[in-house]
């Protein structure tokens, strides 16, 4: 097997991937914990300046808060739609964007899931949008499978959660497979 440092390194868009990815962990991460100093005095550093817009397209995908998170179809919908946005990238290979998909695309998943997901490159993602409704072909409790039709076939989601009142989660997506009950 090869180490983790080597397998980032193999291919620049794994490294950029990988920069990128950690870069937005540790922002998310800093906005998260970041406790504002309130003895900072006239020395204290002012905030940066807001930096131009991106060249991003918007996504089309709901924000989090506008995605049901108990309704399985939802979650698969939203995650398939902001997955299928990767390939609208100006420069997939830009780290901006490319962190700006994953954390689209990575806000409905599980860490397992996330970490498959780092190792996506958003210009071979073969979808461009979800083009019907989800369809729930295999229903338990704690686990359910999502058919997502999109122009370039029907995408399987797998959800999780770990009690029947938790959110329902991404655990594994796989483009042109049907979607088996009980898998």
């Known amino acids: 097997m090869r180490s983790a440092a080597r397998w980032a390194l193999d291919r620049p868009v794994r490294l950029a991937a990988v920069a990128a990815a950690t870069v937005a962990a540790a922002v998310v991460l800093g906005m998260c914990s970041a406790d504002p100093d309130p003895h900072a005095g006239a020395d204290a550093k002012p905030p940066p300046a807001p930096t131009a817009p991106s060249s991003t397209p918007p996504s089309t995908a709901p924000a989090p808060a506008d995605v049901d998170t108990a309704d399985p179809a939802a979650v698969a919908s939203t995650f398939v739609g902001a997955w299928a946005a990767g390939r609208s990238l100006s420069d997939p290979a ?90």
């Open 94 to 183: 830009d780290p901006d964007q490319w962190a700006k998909w994953y954390a689209r695309v990575g806000q409905h998943c599980t860490d397992r899931c996330g970490a498959t997901l780092a190792s996506v490159d958003p210009a071979r993602v073969p979808a461009t949008r979800v083009t019907g409704d989800a369809r729930v072909t295999y229903d338990r409790d704690t686990r359910h499978e999502v058919a997502v039709p999109t122009d370039a076939g029907e995408v399987s989601v797998r959800l999780v959660r770990d009690a029947p009142t938790d959110p329902w989660r991404v655990e594994s997506w796989e483009q042109g497979a049907q979607a088996e009950p009980g898998r």
